[in-house]
């Protein structure tokens, strides 16, 4: 009965910004970290930024690092992906995902929202 809904993704020109939206809805649910991912066109799915609600540890992929940043605010059951400075690079379906309690891994993700850069 829970689910992750992106939204904010869209078209934007190289140089621009968007913020990226993972709503939660339904039951209540624990996790220890929640991820940013995206996939590119022929390319594989990529953890690109993650941190952990307990704090003290925060990823951003080499890729991503001073351009994009993650946050959450954990009583709204909302998580955001702040992207500037885009590049033709960023262009991908952008996912969101919950690793929770008792899982290995990130076990529940979004729909995925597509991010689309142009020069």
């Known amino acids: 009965q829970v689910q992750l809904v992106e939204s904010g993704g869209g078209s934007v020109q190289a140089g621009g910004s968007l913020r990226l939206s993972c709503a939660a809805s339904g039951r209540p649910f624990s996790s220890y970290a929640m991820g940013w991912f995206r996939q590119a066109a022929g390319k594989e799915r990529e953890l690109i930024a993650s941190?952990?609600?307990?704090?003290?540890?925060?990823y951003y992929a080499e890729s991503v690092k001073g351009r994009f940043t993650i946050s959450g605010n954990k009583a709204w059951n909302t998580v955001y992906l702040q992207m500037n400075s885009l590049n033709l690079e960023d262009t991908a379906v952008y996912y969101c995902?919950?690793?929770?309690?008792?899982?290995?891994?990130?076990?529940?993700w979004g729909q995925g929202t597509q991010v689309t850069v142009s020069s």
């Open positions: 941190f952990r609600w307990s704090g003290g540890n925060t």
């Open positions: 995902a919950a690793h929770r309690v008792g899982e290995t891994s990130y076990g529940l």
